[in-house]
């Protein structure tokens, strides 16, 4: 069974940090490109970063470079995102998605999997 679990979100002040965690199983995980995107309430879903299978190649969002930092362990089928110097506009749903053919890529709909999602939320 197919699963990518995201945890650590949370409430957090305008500066703060949270580090988001996105857990695979079910498929092989080292052979996909992972992808965070967020979602706010009234807002269309968002491309956050995307890391590639090696983890050598990121993208970024324009909106969040400089603050956020994508990695991985395929050691342990895992993703992060390190999330500092936060905004209220980063408020959001964050959610992890898996792409079987290996390269970052901005377009969620391309994703194979995704998970549910955690909310953080950034107070002014």
């Known amino acids: 069974q197919v699963q990518l679990v995201e945890s650590g979100g949370g409430l957090v002040q305008a500066g703060g940090s949270l580090r988001l965690s996105c857990a695979a199983s079910g498929f092989f995980f080292s052979t996909y490109a992972v992808g965070w995107f967020r979602q706010a309430p009234g807002k269309e879903r968002e491309f956050v970063v995307a890391?590639?299978?090696?983890?050598?190649?990121?993208k970024y969002a324009d909106s969040v470079k400089g603050r956020f930092t994508v990695s991985r362990d395929n050691t342990k089928n895992m993703v992060y995102l390190q999330m500092n110097s936060l905004k209220p506009e980063d408020t959001a749903v964050y959610f992890c998605?898996?792409?079987?053919?290996?390269?970052?890529?901005?377009?969620?709909?391309?994703?194979?999997?995704r998970g549910q999602g955690t909310q953080v939320t950034v107070s002014s």
């Open positions: 998605a898996a792409y079987k053919w290996g390269t970052a890529i901005q377009k969620a709909d391309e994703y194979d999997y």
């Open positions: 890391i590639n299978r090696s983890g050598v190649n990121t």
